[in-house]
């Protein structure tokens, strides 16, 4: 008896080393891809010259999104690899390649010094990130679905986004400290901007050191007789479930990346704070989502994650553009940050659960696939052009049609999450069989 209850003490705490190992892994990559947003209001100019800081931040945020298009072919291959040859080899490919693509940034010349090949040099570290990132959503949030106990699967899954908030939180942080303890706003603007990506380069080999002993998921191995490679073929044996994903998604991603990445250039371009204003409005709100992810995971385990999915709808149709507007006309920083937590107690609902979801959906052999690819094919569209989106609006005068733009996509989602199952207790974790 003493040696069973060893046993289990031992295999518990393997599953929580794994668990975090894999956890501070996806917190390094999203701060290695979002500290190009964090950081993008000072070196814009640096690569798209021009007069109109709009003209330069639309630019930026151009090549932002256009790194969100290489998630789908990062989710595809990196699919392949997670499901043909284990959730570990993708996590380390994953972590290596963002670790590249944060080096080039930090050595970038300028637009004053290259002409047209320092924006082209941008966009291909980006690039790279972008593919880096597609494959390490899926390889993560498998890993963390398979990994986890049954009955808390929710809660540790919902690291996932803790991880990726606190990511961008780090980033901010970074900000921070140049902006109010190391460097004054020029020498931020000539120089500055290059240390977060030389310091995100070299938390990612810390990351990829780190990754180097973990242990494969019991259901990866489970599975191992009757795997086929992840694939389009096999993925489209799951449409209904890939619709899912798809569906699902579509409006919480867009709200997602409206209160992270595109926040900071709202508070700035149409609520008029300040830069230092912003970045800690930013980085509250970004904590106080962090802290909720945990919250609203480990109430998925009781409530189910469907009901969740659901009150994210519902609110979110109706809460999104009001939020919006009463956040664009604030002139005080107080009131932005607390109409931002507001919002936030609505997109945790998504945020907390969407990665277990997924993973719920699909069987072993073609989960890291069916997780990835139609995730990072939906954010690529919608996620990651959300800022561009919104800056267009705003470009032509009518950029309150955003806030209906978001509430619509949100709307849409809702339809899916009412008409789903509930995976927590129609889970294939718990049956794998294809």
Known sequence: ???????DIKTEAARLRAILIGSVGNLVEWYDFYVYSAFSLYFADSFFPGEDPLAQMMSASGVFALGFLMRPIGAYVFGRIGDGRGRRAALMLSVLLMCLGSLLIALAPTYATIGVGAPATLLLARLVQGVSLGGEYGSSATYLAEMAHPERRGFYSSFQYVTMIAGQLLALCVLLILQNVALDAQALRDWGWRIPFAFGALLAIVALYMRRDLVETPAFKASRAERR????????????ETATVVGLTLGGTIAFYVYTTYMQKFLKLSAGLSDTETTWIAAGSLLFALCLQPIYGALSDRVGRRPMLIAFG??????????????QTARDAWIA??????????????????AVVKAELFPAAIRVTG?????AATVS?????AEYVALWFKAHGHESWFFYYASAAIFISLIVYATMPDTKTNSRIEREEI
């Open 337 to 354: 940050f607390a109409l931002i937590c507001c919002a936030w107690l609505i997109v945790a609902l998504y945020t907390s659960i969407n």
């Open 1 to 7: 008896m003493q040696d069973a209850a060893t046993i």
């Open 381 to 385: 569209l919608f996620g990651g052009s």
């Open 314 to 327: 519902v609110l979110g149709t109706i809460f999104t553009a009001p939020l919006l507007t009463a956040i």
């Open 371 to 375: 997780v990835a690819l139609p995730y």
């Open 229 to 240: 490679r992840g694939s389009l073929t096999a993925l489209l044996t799951h449409k209904r």
